[in-house]
């Protein structure tokens, strides 16, 4: 629900000389003085001790929709990722993207041997999208026209010649993709993304997706 600052509503901070800034009011519109919380958030201890939050959390929603595409070029992350905001407008929750390279180092390692990759080959670049939403036949409905509507320009933007990726390296340049059926598959989705962190510090690889 994007940056967490914008979800803390006030903090409990001791400073250098020993005083104490308390604004934990709990009131999601306060409009009032100078906004002191901000520099801190971020400032990792630097300019005061962070003893106490005050966070506005969203309710859980009822539906979770998740999809995996993969893409053929960078050029077609941006434009999926585009339509999905357009398309799936309020209801979407994450976007997230990693290519080749990070998923065949997810596959060498021992952390990716027991994920499955759904997509059963690797494509140059992946595109993971989820919605929550309080409706569940109108988000998957959505989901599933974004879908059909790119996987019918099929291919889009295949690669140029000069890409570093070829047949030989066992990568598809069409578009392709899945939509969860249950929770626990949307979960698997989510830990191919997860793991890459796990796969990437095992080499000794500082490369965040963020």
Same mark, same amino acid.
């Given at each position: ?50 003893? @106490? ?38 209801? %979407? ?39 929550? =939403? ?42 392709? =993709? ?7 598959? @949307? ?12 796969? %990437? ?10």
């Amino acid at each position: 629900y994007g940056p967490l600052r914008g979800s803390v509503l006030g903090l409990q901070v001791v400073l250098a000389d020993g005083s104490l800034l308390d604004t934990t009011t709990g009131l999601r519109k306060d409009n009032t003085g100078i906004p002191v919380t901000s520099p801190f958030l971020g400032a990792e201890g630097g300019l005061g001790i962070v003893t @106490a939050v005050s966070l506005a959390l969203p309710p859980a929603m009822a539906s979770r929709q998740v999809a995996l595409l993969g893409l053929p070029s960078f050029p077609s992350v941006l434009r999926a990722s585009a339509m999905a905001h357009s398309r799936l407008g309020e209801i %979407l929750s994450a976007v997230e993207y990693w290519d080749a390279g990070c998923m065949h180092l997810l596959n060498a390692s021992p952390v990716g041997q027991s994920l499955r990759d759904p997509l059963d080959q690797v494509y140059p670049f992946y595109l993971l999208l989820e919605t929550r =939403g309080s409706n569940k036949d109108h988000d998957l409905a959505k989901i599933e026209d974004l879908m059909e509507t790119l996987l019918l320009q099929d291919p889009i933007d295949p690669p140029p010649s000069s890409s570093s990726y070829s047949d030989s390296d066992g990568i598809n340049p069409y578009v392709t =993709g899945v939509i969860a059926e249950s929770s626990a598959q @949307a979960d698997a989705l989510f830990r191919l993304r997860e793991s890459m962190t796990i796969a %990437l510090g095992e080499r000794g690889i500082a490369h965040k997706y963020d």
